[in-house]
């Protein structure tokens, strides 16, 4: 009965670095800047909820050009189907 209303906390991830030395780190992203190098992806500023919010307008983008095809298939379809009932009509037209 005690573990009925239990819930339990979320696990969290802990992780300490054996060793962390800043000034070689930054004495590499100086000679990397010097050489010219292109800085890696993981040196840049961290920007919470930017991958979210690249996904998201992704997400937009994706559905927007879906809604234009779905659209356009629309149109033609309607247009088909009006040119073969107008054929019909114009066929019954010259026969009857």
């Not at 190098?37 to 930017?50: C, F, L, M, N, T």
């Not at 690249?54 to 779905?70: G, H, V």
């Not at 149109?75 to 019954?92: E, F, G, K, Q, Y």
């Amino acid at each position: 009965m005690a573990k009925f209303f239990y819930t339990p906390k979320p696990r969290q991830f802990d992780y300490r670095p054996r060793y962390y030395d800043p000034e070689q780190e930054a004495r590499e992203r100086r000679r990397a800047e010097l050489l010219g190098e292109k800085v890696s992806a993981s040196d840049e500023e961290y920007v919470p909820g930017q991958l979210l919010r690249n996904r998201r307008l992704q997400r937009m983008i994706d559905d927007d050009r879906r809604r234009s095809m779905a659209r356009r298939k629309t149109r033609s379809s309607m247009v088909l189907i009006v040119m073969i009932v107008l054929l019909i009509a114009a066929v019954m037209w010259v026969v009857g």
